[in-house]
């Protein structure tokens, strides 16, 4: 098992210096001109080639993404243009609020999707299974810029028992949260009931009713566990994702994360703070995806053996 996770670990390496190369290519290749940007509008050619020099865009390609990694590798991702701060300070205020949401998001989607996946995937073609199918083809044919003006609405405009926007409190979490969850339980109830019909299928599990242990144990010990690894690993893309920020749901909601960051960098046309925070929620991803990969060996006992 150590050697699988040294293995995974050098993986998670290379993929993160390749994840670093095409966010620097990506930046180089967008229009506009950082030095432009910095200066005023009527600024000469020679105050541009003086901004050139002083942010080593003259130099080779190679030269220029050899020092911003050797930056980046000692806690330097730039300074913004547009708010003149550092951009890993900026990152860094923005990242508590969209953790909060997407942790409360999954645990919420964990919550309903699980019990609902398990009771559909155990009574399948009962009218349990045909509820959770329907919350699941509702969950996920539903877009969420429609749902969370749906919520916002009906709570906040109708009934004005929630906040439409902003963060102030808990009460501001539940429309976000909901909208950005709904989907996730969705997806999760069908990957949970689609793995309990395959596993209860299996000779072991009939073997196992043969010997005597009751249905309950039967279901949560042995047909659980090993219906959830399609589940761990379809979770873990989406907790990088929404860690990454949701653009959509924080947009709507006005939520001060990393996803009304980004789109605020993008619209302002700063291009350094864009660069650090794909850079950031790429590694972000690449890093729960190694979490997952450790979890899925002490959840599988064949990933032992390899």
């Known amino acids: 098992m150590f050697r699988y996770i040294l293995k995974r670990l050098g993986y998670t390496v290379f993929v993160i210096i390749g994840v670093s190369i095409i966010t620097f290519l990506l930046l180089k290749l967008a229009p506009g001109d950082p030095a432009r940007l910095m200066l005023p509008e009527n600024a000469t050619e020679e105050q541009v080639q003086a901004m050139h020099v002083r942010l080593g865009l003259d130099k080779p390609l190679y030269e220029q993404y050899w020092s911003y990694m050797n930056n980046v590798?000692?806690?330097?991702?730039?300074?913004?243009?547009?708010?003149?701060?550092?951009?890993?300070?900026?990152?860094?205020?923005?990242?508590?609020a969209t953790m909060k949401l997407a942790f409360s998001a999954i645990a919420l989607s964990l919550i309903i999707a699980i019990p609902l996946g398990v009771t559909a995937g155990v009574k399948k073609g009962t009218a349990a299974d045909f509820f959770a199918m329907l919350f699941?083809?509702?969950?996920?044919?539903?877009?969420?810029?429609w749902l969370g003006i749906l919520l916002i609405l009906i709570f906040a405009v109708k009934l004005r028992v929630l906040p439409a926007m902003g963060s102030a409190g808990i009460q501001s979490m539940i429309l976000p949260c909901v909208t950005m969850g709904f989907s996730l339980a969705a997806l999760v109830t069908r990957m949970v009931r689609s793995g309990m019909i395959d596993v209860l299928q299996e000779d072991y599990i009939t073997a196992t009713y043969a010997r005597g242990i009751s249905p309950r144990k039967v279901i949560f010990k042995y047909a659980f566990r090993n219906a959830m690894l399609p589940t761990i690993t379809i979770v873990g893309m989406e907790v990088g994702m929404l860690l990454g920020g949701s653009v959509v749901t924080e947009r709507i909601f006005g939520w001060p994360g990393i996803g009304s960051l980004t789109i605020q960098a993008i619209g302002m046309r700063d291009f350094p703070l864009v660069q650090s925070i794909l850079l950031v929620i790429s590694t972000i991803f690449v890093l729960v995806n190694l979490i997952v990969d450790i979890i899925y060996t002490f959840v599988d006992p064949r990933m032992k053996l390899e």
Do not use: C, W, Y
């Open 73 to 96: 590798l000692h806690g330097d991702l730039g300074t913004s243009l547009f708010f003149v701060k550092p951009n890993a300070q900026l990152i860094a205020e923005r990242f508590p």
């Open 136 to 145: 699941a083809l509702f969950g996920q044919s539903m877009s969420s810029v």
